[in-house]
């Protein structure tokens, strides 16, 4: 059983450094400490966590899965810190970070809920890409993240907390714009505005995907103005967007959202560190 967090980080930062000695400089300790502390902690597991050859260590495999487990265990740590000095304030904080594929409304409405549920709870939304969003919900600095798409969520707890339905967003010009509906197949021929590439980005595969179901491979651009809401690209791609905005008119009328037929739904994903508990969280998973 490990009985002290402070042997596990510095298991961490040797794993992390790639030697005692740069793991002892970034703790601000003196080499000797470390290594006594490593050795502790394999004494307390019952296994060596390194293999140690002169000045040359590697992880044992017993040592690869102590840094797995390790990592969500000292983010839960720093959670817990957290949220008890949150709960000694008069109002808690929470931040709730989600991916460019998810506008603030569209956030804000799945989280209306617990908005509505928690009045002494500020929420603060942050966009974040999607290799950033696991980090920050790995390493705490944020409690709750949103993405489009099922992942597997290795290391996190995952859940399908919502689903948008999705649309296409043509320029006003386009030979589209003045169908109330369209099917995918109608779209074979059409360039595909995507905010990043295939295999970039969970809601770009997704889109693929729809495509190639339907029986063709699409051609796609990649919008060159990032961060903004995919309901503007075909303004300046020239091609059409595959959007959950709302149908009808948009961007002032110089597009225009016309619905898909048959409904596709994209579902969105929350992701959080496991080992924590939430009241917050469970209004919007659970509720």
Avoid at 180 to 186: E, G, M, S
Avoid at 239 to 257: F, H, N, S, W, Y
């Amino acid at each position: 059983m490990v009985s002290d967090l402070r042997k596990v980080r510095q298991f961490v930062a040797v794993a992390e450094a790639g030697s005692f000695t740069a793991a002892a400089v970034r703790l601000h300790l003196s080499q000797q400490a470390v290594s006594s502390s490593v050795r502790l902690l394999e004494s307390e597991v019952g296994a060596a966590l390194f293999h140690r050859e002169g000045r040359s260590i590697s992880l044992t495999p017993a040592g690869r899965t102590m840094l797995r487990e390790a990592r969500p265990l000292l983010a839960a740590a720093r959670t817990l810190t957290e949220h008890v000095r949150s709960a000694a304030t008069t109002e808690a904080a929470w931040v709730v970070g989600h991916g460019p594929a998810l506008d603030s409304a569209e956030v804000y409405t799945l989280l209306e809920p617990a908005i509505s549920a928690f009045p002494n709870t500020s929420f603060t939304l942050r966009q974040l890409y999607p290799d950033q969003l696991i980090s920050a919900v790995s390493d705490g600095s944020v409690q709750f993240g949103l993405r489009r798409g099922v992942v597997p969520a290795g290391e996190l707890a995952a859940a399908v907390i919502g689903y948008h339905r999705v649309r296409v967003a043509v320029a006003i010009g386009h030979r589209l714009a003045g169908a109330d509906h369209v099917a995918i197949t109608d779209l074979e021929d059409e360039p595909l505005a995507l905010w990043s590439p295939p295999g970039a980005s969970y809601f770009s595969d997704f889109l693929m995907g729809a495509c190639r179901r339907a029986g063709f491979e699409p051609e796609y651009v990649v919008s060159r103005v990032q961060g903004a809401a995919m309901v503007a690209a075909p303004l300046t791609t020239g091609a059409i967007a595959l959007v959950t905005a709302q149908p009808g008119p948009a961007m002032d009328g110089r597009v225009k959202v016309i619905e898909l037929e048959p409904p596709l739904m994209m579902p969105v994903q929350a992701i959080w560190q496991r080992h924590t508990v939430s009241a917050v969280r469970d209004a919007l998973v659970n509720g």
